[in-house]
Every structure is written in C-alpha cells, then in structure tokens.
C-alpha cells in the first residue's frame, strides 16, 4: 500500500512516480544530512528526498523507471556514505529479511561500541596523567614522560581516531565538511602543535598531546553512549518489525459436498513455507502459541487471539469462524486454519510498519531553521575558528595581554608535559594561545545535536504510539496537532456504538381514500426497502423484523439518496423510507400531526424515518442509537486541555441536540442535517470562521470511523480515523487509531503535543548549546575572569550534548507509563 500524505498530486503526477528506500551509513551530523539529501537531490531523475538521522534510511521519490536504484547507492557510496537500496519486492517478509542485515549489523556495531567505549576510557584515564600533577609520575614514571604522551596521541590518532580522521577528509574533498571534519582538524592542529614544540624545544612551545588524547577519549565515549541511547529509541520500532511470521503452515483446502461446511482432518498435509509466498484465497495453518501469517478469515476452528501488538489491549479475543484475523497477532489456545484475505504488503501489519516508517521521515515545520543552519553550520565553525585565530593571535593578545600572560603561566604550572621555559613563554604566548582557543571553537561546535533534534524525538514517539495503536503520521502532523483548537466529531458509530435499535413503530390514521397500516405491516414495508442498503439505520430496522420474527417481503427497483431517504417497490406499491424534507421533495404530504410527533420524538434523542406507501404517508419508525460508555469522559477531557468540542451529524437538529446534550455541548456546538457529501464542506466552513475573538483561522480535527467521512478527514486540518484498518482511513488520516476506544483521541493529541514538546526542548538546547558554547570556547570570558575552555573539555561538552538530545527524546517513555 502506498502511504499517501495530504499533498496535491494530480493523478497523472501520480503515476509516473515512485518512491525507493535506501539504507544510508556513515552520516554522524544535520550536516551529513544535507550532503546526503544534495546528493540526492541532484542526481537525474530524482525529484525529492528525504533523510533521517535517527534511523539512517533515506526515501527518495524519483520518476518512474528512470533511476538505476544501485547505480545511486553506489555514487553515495563514493561520497563516503555507504548505502544500499532496500529491496522489498512487495512482500512484507522480504521487508524483514531486508532488515535482517542491518539487525545483525546493529548487533555487530554494539559489540564495537562496547571495545569503543574501553578504548575511549583507556584514552581518557592516560590522558589525565597529564592533568594530575607529579603523583602519576612518582607512582609510574613512564606516564611522566614526554614520548610516552607522544606515542600514546600518535596510536590514538591512527587507531581508533582513524575513522574520523578519513571520513573528515572525504567530507572535506566533497566539498561536505561534517563533524568529523571539525574533530579531525581540530586533534591533528593540537597533535602537530605538540609534535612541533617536541622535535623543536629551542621554541619554548608547550606539548599538550594530552589534548588530542582527550579529544578522541571524550569523542568516542559521548558516541557510544549516543549510540545506545538510540538503539533504546529504535527498539520499540524493530520489536513491530520483528511481528511479522517468516514461516507458513499451507495446507490444501478440502473437498466438500454441497452446502456442507469444510473441516480438516488430523491426516491432513501440511506444508511448511515463506510467509511472503502465500497467496490469497489460499488455506494456512495456525497451530496454538504461533503467530499468525498473513490477514485471514478463520475457516475451521475456534481459538482466543492477542491482538496486543496491533491494538495496545492485553486482554485475548475469542475468534470464531467467519472472524477475521491479523498478521502478526498470535494464536494461544486452539488450532485454526484460516483463508488468507490480505499478503504480503498489503497486510494490516505491513501498512503499519509502512506507516510508521514513513511517519518517521517527515519532518516537523519547527525543524526547518535547524535544517536551514545545518546545511551552513561547519563552515560557519572553520570560519570562526579562522577568526578566533587571527583575533587573539593579532590584536586580543595585545589587549589583555596580562590576562594571556596568567593564563599561559596557569597552563603551564598545570602540564608535566611541558617543554618550555618560562623566559620564552613571553614571546609565543600569543600563538599557542591563539592556536588553542581556535582548536577549542572547532571542536566544541555540535551539528549532531542539531541533527538528532527531531528525528530522535519522532522515532520515539511514533513507536510509543504504534505499541498502543496510536499511529501518527509523521513530524507535520504533530506540529499541526499542537496547533489544533477544534475537534469534531461525526455522530454516529463514532460517539454513539453505531448500533442503533428500533424504539417506536407509529401508523398513521388513514384518511377515507387510503386504509391504515398495522405497526407489524409498517415495520415488515420498511425491512424489504431496507434490505437493499447498508446503513446503521436500516440495520437497526432489518434486526427489529428479525427480532419480531417478521417475514420480510421482496422487494425491487432500489433506489438510495446518502443521508436523505431510501425507496423501493414492494409488492407492486412504492415505498419511501426518509426525511420530512426529503418526502415533501417527492410530493408526499405530511400532517401537522405527523410532523409533531416526530419533533416530540426527535427531542428524546430519537432519529426519526418516515414510511410513505405511494403517495400517502403512512408512519414513522423512531430509531436511537446510544451513545459509547466513553464518549462523555473523552469530550470533557477534551475541553479541560483547552479544545473547543463540535458534533457533526446527519440527524435532525433535535436528534443531534438531545445527544450534544447528553454530552454536555452547547446548542452552537452542534452542526446537524449535514448528509455525507457535505460534511468536507462543512469542515472547511469552520476552518475559516476562526475561533472567538481571533482573525485566524480554526484549526480542525476530524473524528470518524474513516469510511463515508473520508472527504471530511482530508479536508480536516488533521484527520482522526477511529477503529478502521481500511485502506481509505490509512491514506486519508493523519492519525489511525487502531483500537475500538474513544479515549484514545485523547491520547494522541496528548503523545503528538509530548513528542513535539521533546522536539523543541532538544533544538532549543542544541541551538542554546552552541550559541553559548562557541563564545565560551573562543574565549570570551578570557579577559573578564581568565576562563578558558580548553580543547578537552570542548570535545567533553561537544560528545555530551548530542547524548543529552537522545536521552531527552527517551524520557517520553514515561508518556507510556503515565498516560
């Protein structure tokens, strides 16, 4: 199924498009994001692409059949992000051996940080000798010595700081500086500093190998814990991959006499093979404790099913025969065998994992100065750093030259490694300063923290939600959530159970010309009109017929007006089923009398149908539906987080009165007589009212059960599908709620303004992170107090603060825990 956002695309755009997946590595930064998204932006016959950090993957729309999908993996590649297309062939099970490799690979790459994260503290612990004064030296001589520090920086620069040594200077040779590019350049200025002031002491320059050392021990440390952190942020995603059944129990579908029912022996063969090659039509089976293969309807059996993966609700499910089940679900207490309905990707769990992952790629609107700064942001830090050189080196040194005469002798109290003697000191203060506050502004600079921003927050978010059958559609749906100060709701099946019964059956007295009609002949006129559509009403009449155990007559020439009124020919006579206006449209008369009855009627909370015999009115049937024991609750809650609350509804104004009523809305809360049609319309007319006592415009929730609302869900500013795995509620809505639980629009609303929450708090403290920690690190506070960010604690703070966002978008966790 392809995952289609409210965008407008023409049909014949449409068609000659496609979208391609890739799995990109190698991106550490926002920058890296861009180089990648510019990549793949210029190529031929790539329209748009979209890029996140989080989960490396890359979606690209390109023109049908005009990229090679592994020609294009292999120019990034050779950008120096190594990447290949995700080939799903359409099957779901494809889809997960797809990310088989990179579960593996995952698996492999923690067993790396684990070594990372012992050579980082190794680093760390040596490095620190430089900084602890004589008792290292006096305790292990060796670390006291100046080239022990020295092999100690060259084996940290080659070993484990390799990798960010050659991925700096890819992105710098392709004109995409990153992260690395600044850490590179940063740990090489100092080691080379160092390496010079050895080799020549006659320079009074001072060796701090100790800082590069440190640089690459912090780096490394802060990736590591980054990297966990976002394996914990994924997990809830890749425990949804990990539903999907890879393996098949086909068996061959009996052979039955006519009008029996098929049932299956214990002789029977079965075959065991790949999920994805299941067809439909075709008979599985699913024995206790299994999880179930592919959508299906039980044909043999009976069985209790958890349904928890898919909807959030604990409690197992009886399935009977006819039932339809889910792929993913598990089976737990008896055999079953099913006929598969929906494979491979068109799989219930297959569009979610589709839905969440797409969701996972659209950006929220807050993130575009992140994005905008990103594309800017490491040349920006080379050239203050170039500045920070050239101001200290030729004029700051000058100016508060006591201020760099103590600091200088400060740092130099402090090292065991220096070489220098203090009569020198005066005249190459000026550069090693320079030098170091230069070093400190490259490294401190965290395009990572920026980068991880919001991607990290959404990854975590819409996990939390699909656990509980709350799926959101991507980072623009929750910024257009936090916006939202209306939210309405469609009546019927969606705040009442849909399941309306049939409370009064009243025939009008017959004029001289017409002989009147039984409560029996009216209810059994109205079942044969009713038999010929589907509708919650005309269910609700069909079952009073049955319940009464009313032979229903044949009925011929249907003919339905959607939300107005129904007709048929019954035994040679025309009957019309419908509204007051409706009948008088059609000529049909009705009495003062008639009509009071009905308003009388409609003032209960009743929904009224008038039964016309030709041209003669001849009764009304009154019909109610009750309202869902959780409706109330959700529209106070509703209203306590400050949204104003609308009902929609077809019904009369009495009908849908006497329910806003009950609801405790007012009577300008309630837009009543509005048929399927017209209820986008209706939509849009609130959206331009605004709300009181503002010009802007409404923004609008819809509520519905995602079939006949599907207009009214896409025009809505963001569309709330309830209770509905339809193809039409998962490409129409914003939101699916997969449970049969009214609370849970709360709960999204509640998860969307959460997560966007996060995604604000982390770009204010990357964008907080670096306007301040640039300054400090060129040394601002310098002349003032003496304060110095050395280049080691600006790869400390750099490391942590791209941990810190990771860790912040976790804490939403408690979201699930709390709400």
Not at 11 to 21: D, I
Not at 71 to 85: E, H, I, R, V, Y
Not at 282 to 310: N, R
């Amino acid at each position: 199924m392809q995952i289609v956002s409210k965008t407008n695309i023409s049909p014949e755009e449409a068609s000659t498009t496609e979208k391609m997946t890739l799995d990109v590595g190698g991106m550490k930064c926002a920058g890296c994001v861009r180089a990648v998204e510019r990549q793949l932006t210029q190529y031929p016959g790539v329209k748009s692409a979209c890029v996140n950090l989080a989960t490396e993957v890359a979606v690209v729309e390109l023109e049908a059949g005009a990229v090679d999908p592994d020609a294009l993996a292999k120019q990034l590649t050779a950008a120096g992000f190594p990447t290949q297309p995700r080939k799903l062939g359409g099957k779901v099970a494809l889809e997960t051996q797809s990310i088989q490799d990179p579960v593996q690979r995952q698996r492999q790459e923690m067993q790396a940080a684990k070594r990372q994260l012992v050579i980082a503290v190794v680093l760390l612990v040596l490095s620190l000798t430089g900084h602890v004064g004589n008792m290292s030296g006096h305790v292990i001589p060796v670390l006291h010595n100046i080239w022990f520090h020295c092999g100690l920086a060259t084996v940290a620069l080659l070993i484990p700081g390799r990798p960010i040594l050659v991925d700096g200077w890819v992105g710098l040779r392709h004109n995409a500086p990153n992260m690395n590019t600044l850490v590179g350049l940063g740990t090489l200025t100092a080691y080379t500093a160092s390496l010079v002031a050895l080799l020549f002491p006659q320079l009074g320059w001072e060796c701090f190998f100790d800082e590069p050392v440190m640089m690459l021990g912090f780096i490394l440390l802060g990736r590591t814990l980054e990297k966990q952190a976002r394996t914990r942020a994924a997990a809830a995603f890749k425990e949804l991959l990990a539903l999907a059944p890879q393996v098949a129990r086909l068996i061959g579908k009996p052979k039955t006499t006519e009008g029996a029912t098929p049932s299956l022996s214990s002789s029977t063969a079965v075959v065991e093979i790949p999920a994805e090659l299941v067809r439909v039509g075709e008979w599985l089976q699913v024995l206790p404790g299994e999880k179930i293969p592919v959508d299906g309807e039980i044909v043999d059996g009976q069985t209790t099913v958890d349904e928890s993966m898919l909807t959030g609700e604990a409690v197992p499910v009886i399935k009977q025969l006819g039932d339809l089940v889910t792929a993913g679900t598990l089976n737990q207490s008896g055999a079953i065998a099913i006929q598969a309905t929906r494979v491979g990707s068109d799989t219930t769990l297959a569009q979610i994992v589709a839905l969440v992952e797409a969701a996972q790629t659209r950006r929220a609107p807050v993130q575009k100065l992140a994005d905008t700064v990103a594309g800017y942001f490491t040349y920006g830090v080379l050239t203050a750093a170039l500045l920070t050189f050239v101001f200290w080196y030729f004029f700051g040194t000058h100016i508060w030259h006591h201020a760099v005469m103590a600091y200088a002798m400060e740092i130099s109290h402090h090292s065991l490694l220096s070489t220098s003697h203090t009569p020198h000191l005066t005249i190459y203060t000026p550069l090693l300063v320079s030098l170091k506050l230069a070093i400190a502004v490259m490294v401190v600079a965290c395009p990572c923290a920026l980068g991880l921003a919001t991607p990290t927050a959404i990854l975590v978010g819409t996990a939390i939600g699909a656990e509980r059958g709350l799926l959101i559609k991507g980072g623009d749906i929750l910024e257009k959530v936090h916006q939202l100060n209306t939210v309405v709701f469609d009546k019927t099946g969606t705040l009442t159970t849909g399941r309306p019964v049939v409370t009064d059956c009243l025939p009008f007295e017959a004029d001289e010309e017409n002989a009147s009609v039984t409560s029996v002949a009216l209810l059994q006129m109205a079942a044969a009109v009713e038999s010929g559509t589907i509708h919650p009403l005309a269910t609700a009449i069909q079952q009073e017929a049955k319940r009464q155990k009313l032979s229903i007559p044949d009925a011929v020439d249907f003919h339905t007006e959607p939300g107005l009124g129904v007709s048929a020919v019954v035994e040679g006579t025309s009957v019309l089923l419908g509204n007051c206006d409706w009948l008088k449209w059609h000529g049909i008369s009705i009495s003062e009398t008639a009509q009071k009855q009905a308003q009388e009627l409609a003032a209960d909370g009743k929904t009224t149908v008038f039964v016309a015999l030709g041209d003669t009115i001849a009764g009304l049937i009154a019909v109610q539906d009750t309202l869902r024991p959780d409706a109330k609750a959700t529209i106070d809650k509703l209203r306590q987080i400050g949204l104003r609350v609308m009902l929609l509804s077809g019904d009369t104004q009495d009908a849908a009165s006497a329910t806003a009523k009950q609801l405790g809305l007012t009577c300008a809360d309630v837009t009543a007589g509005v048929p399927p049609a017209k209820k986008a319309a209706a939509i849009q007319e609130l959206q331009l009212q605004g709300t009181k006592g503002s010009t802007q415009h409404s923004i609008v929730a819809m509520v519905g059960d995602g079939i006949n609302d599907a207009p009214a869900l896409s025009q809505a500013d963001v569309g709330i599908a309830l209770h509905s795995g339809t193809d039409v509620a998962m490409e129409t809505a914003e939101i699916v709620l997969m449970r049969d639980n009214l609370t849970d629009v709360v709960a999204s609303i509640l998860l969307s303004r959460a997560t966007l929450s996060k995604i604000r708090q982390n770009l204010f403290w990357a964008f907080v992170y670096n306007t301040l920690g640039i300054p400090l690190a060129a040394g601002v506070l310098l002349p003032s107090f003496g304060f110095v960010l050395s280049p080691s604690g600006a790869a400390a703070l750099m490391a942590f603060s791209s941990v810190s966002v990771v860790t912040n978008s976790l804490f939403l966790r408690r979201f699930a825990h709390h709400s």
